[in-house]
């Protein structure tokens, strides 16, 4: 058995099933969410697929390309999208850089 | 999406898919012969508490021949220019007279590319005389830029009042390219700017000019309105095109569209997908319901996909000649498991979402 199957993302809502108020708490929720509001769903879906991403969850990079091609949201500003994702990544990584520089002026210098 | 490039019909490549006891096989294998997904009929005694059955005639849908100048990959009727089955005038004869005779309100003309048919205008301008509220005509654009005998068809179209429906998989040249064929997207671009010319898609014309849109790959459409304003914005800022309403439709899992799934390891994926959008909402408003397809060879059929897979309709009486308005009153539709392509999401009709 492999720790992802493609096949489970087809069974994402039958953790309802164990936890019935809090799964569909969850659901409704997650589906509010994706409704169009101060953004359109196809901003929403490309912000998903950039968390997907810096997430590295497989399932939501497969729910996300598709949600995002069913949109008519072209290769590129998917490929984009997980720039953006790349960059805060990376930024956030570096930006604790500080963190090590702070500690090194106080205990060497 | 790694895709082989698609330049001859399955009849002409000889393919085993080319065969619709085949075609009808696979669909009914795999997730549906193990019981692991319910079967198309199931879902619909389920849901309609009983069969699918006609309920009147409102839209006619002539297929006037397999003979296309594109050979798209996805093309659900095998259409190419390798094909050359074309409906004659005397079959168009009894179709007039059904359009005399009946009720129907919309005779609804495909192809292949119906223009390429020789007896087409003919067959339009009879239909017009015999006072058919409107008359589509699926057009696939590039027809109108093909050869110098079709560059008066946006001319036509208007004089005639015809609505025109043409297909548009994306309003990128990369996408549109890749389905349909090279060159094919700046072609369309020129047809569209034709069709505007004349008045097709203008504000405040009547000429009534409708893209289709049907996905690239083995994914369902979005939402069909957020699709519409995509596409007007994109066509209209970068050409200047302007339509009336886009059709979003689904792709049925048939002939070339089939081929390429298997192909591409995405037919299983691509039926859970179909099946698990069942709409019910959807199922009371399939196409099947009011339409009547009618062959090249003037054979009847509950709909374009089941005329692709030679399932004619529940009757002795299977020809335009013996057609009668008994007919489209509550008899049985046929279906397989391709069916779930109507009934997905918004669920999709020759008209769009119809949901
Ligand atoms: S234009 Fe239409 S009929 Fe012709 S090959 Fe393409 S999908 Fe088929
Ligand atoms: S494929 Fe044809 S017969 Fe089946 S539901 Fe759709 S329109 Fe009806």
Redesign the pocket.
Same mark, same amino acid.
């Given at each position: 058995m492999s720790y992802y199957d493609p096949k489970d993302l087809r069974k994402f809502g039958r953790i309802t099933e164990w936890s019935e108020s809090l799964g569909e708490k969850f659901f409704d929720y997650y589906n509010s969410v994706f409704k169009d509001g101060a953004l359109t769903p196809r901003e929403k879906s490309l912000i998903a697929l950039a968390v997907a991403h810096t997430e590295m969850c497989p399932y939501c990079i497969d729910a996300y390309t598709k949600d995002g091609l069913e949109r008519g949201i072209t290769k590129e500003e998917m490929m984009e999208a997980v720039h953006v994702g790349a960059a805060i990544k990376s930024g956030a990584t570096l930006v604790h850089g500080v963190m090590m520089m702070n500690k090194v002026n106080k205990l060497d210098s | 999406m790694s895709q082989t490039k698609v330049l001859q019909s399955l009849h002409k490549r000889q393919s085993p898919l080319a065969q619709t006891e085949r075609q009808l096989k696979i669909l009914e294998d795999g997730i549906f012969a193990n019981g692991d997904a319910p079967k198309f009929g199931h879902k619909i005694q389920q849901s309609l508490g009983g069969p699918l059955k006609t309920v009147n005639l409102d839209i006619l849908q002539v297929n006037l021949g397999y003979m *296309?100048n594109?050979? *798209?990959a996805? *093309?659900h009727?095998d =259409? /190419?220019p390798d094909r050359k089955e074309i409906m004659t005038k005397e079959t168009m004869e009894h179709c007039l007279k059904v359009m005399e005779s009946s009720a129907v309100k919309t005779l609804d003309l495909t /192809? /292949? =590319?119906p223009e390429m048919n020789p007896n087409f205008r003919w067959f339009v301008t009879q239909a017009k005389a015999r006072g058919v509220n409107e008359i589509i005509v699926r057009s696939?654009l590039t027809i109108i830029v093909a050869n110098k005998k079709y560059h008066d068809l946006p001319e036509f179209f208007a004089q005639q009042q015809v609505h025109v429906v043409s297909?548009m998989p994306h309003w990128t040249k990369e996408k549109t390219d890749r389905q349909?064929g090279s060159g094919v997207f700046e072609d369309s671009i020129k047809a569209l700017k034709m069709l505007n010319d004349v008045g097709y898609g203008m504000p405040g014309s009547s000429l009534t000019l409708d893209l289709v849109y049907n996905p690239s790959g083995a994914f369902l459409p979005g939402d069909q309105e957020a699709l519409c304003q995509d596409f007007k914005e994109r066509l209209d800022q970068s050409f200047g095109i302007k339509f009336n309403g886009l059709f979003a439709l689904t792709n049925l899992p048939i002939s070339r569209f089939l081929d390429y799934l298997i192909a591409s390891d995405n037919y299983e994926d691509y039926m859970w997908a179909l099946v698990e959008s069942f709409n019910p909402a959807a199922a009371q408003a399939v196409m099947c319901l009011n339409t009547l397809s009618v062959s090249w060879e003037g054979y009847l059929f509950d709909c374009d996909f089941n005329q692709m897979l030679q399932m004619p309709i529940n009757d002795s009486r299977q020809h335009i000649a013996q057609y009668q308005d008994d007919l489209m009153q509550g008899r049985l539709i046929k279906i397989s498991q391709h069916c779930y392509g109507c009934t997905a999401g918004a669920g999709s009709s020759c008209q769009g979402a119809v949901t």
């Open positions: - | *296309c594109q050979v *798209c996805h *093309c009727v =259409a /190419g /192809g /292949g =590319a696939n297909s349909r």
